[in-house]
DNA sequence: GTCTATATCTCGATAGAC
DNA sequence: GTCTATCGAGATATAGAC
């Protein structure tokens, strides 16, 4: 484990139990728990648990969509970077720690908070349907398919997974659907 | 609106807050308060905080499968009959009641609070995939579909364009993931 | 920069009057 | 059955020593 300073700490802490328990679910003692930091160490380098949270989620955010657009800009067609996408996830169970926090009544009544969520999901979106537009240029796609409409269809797919799996407490119906999905863009596909 | 007694006002004032706010962002002391009544009357109805959300969640699990059944069992084709369950929703921003759930990490770890959650997408699943089936069967779905993989994707398609629509602050990322599964639908179907 | 002490609320539950 | 009073604990933030 790298070195890290207080503020550092503070923020990894503050991922960590944003994803496991949401915004709402997270207290600034939990997080100073975890961080091996006292009281004082949070509010030094932080105005109060809003700012920590929104430095928390600016770095989710900015790491998934490195990794997520890495996947996605990988050679290969348009259907296999796609299912790269869906194959992703290694634990469904813990769900997506950025589509979570729309379920957080706090993060969402903040136009501060939502606004880093907004955007990922924003630019997911237009990047999906960015690579269904390669694959129909490729014909690997019908050209009648609506590429903004796919993309979404298949964002929803992984996060709805997410909430199947979380409900059956197993990762198999998030897999289920993202069979499903690509079942149906290879038959489409073949159309 | 109908009379109801302290139990029933108390029962209906956790299903909104639990849609709302979930189960961690819900306190007594706000049902209590929407429900203009005192402290003494829930914990005399109920054991405690867990025991009235129990009776919430059993309730609009029971309410949202009888809806959902109604519109799988009406007449029409299996394609129809999806459509109008996908096309079911009115506020895509207020997010799935049930689903919602799923993101609590005390709902979660309880056993006996997820139970009735499980259940209802456990049955949803199969019944979709029963729709599925008679889908294929009269030759508007392809006989490769694998009817558990397609019903998983339409239930996470709705799930997760409710992450969407909540994420964006607009209703229309949900609309579009609808279409695109419902026209992924149909292109197999022309397969 | 980091710590401990403290302040003020709220949480979830109990006690006991009526 | 319903109310108010009260409880111990935790949430969030501030104060001030070091």
Redesign the interface.
Known sequence: MRIMDTAERLIESTRELLW???Y??TSPKAILERAGAGQGSMYHHFKGKPDLALAAVRRTVAEMRAEVDALLSAPGTARRRIAAYLGRERDALR??PV??L?????I?ASDEL?AP??E???WL?HRLAEVVREGRARGEL?A???P?????????????????A????SAE??D??????L???A??G??
Do not use: K, N, W
């Not at 729309?102 to 706090?106: E, G, V, W």
């Not at 903004?148 to 199947?164: P, R, S």
């Not at 289920?176 to 999905?181: C, D, K, L, M, S």
């Open positions: 496991e328990r949401g709402v679910g769900g997506c589509g979570r729309t379920m957080d009544p706090d969402v939502r969520v907004d990922l999901f924003d979106r019908p009648t398919a609506d903004e409409q796919l993309a979404a269809a298949v964002a929803a797919t992984v996060q709805g997974g997410y909430v199947l979380r409900a059956a407490g119906p998030f289920r659907a993202v069979e499903g999905i079942a149906l863009l038959a489409a073949a159309a």
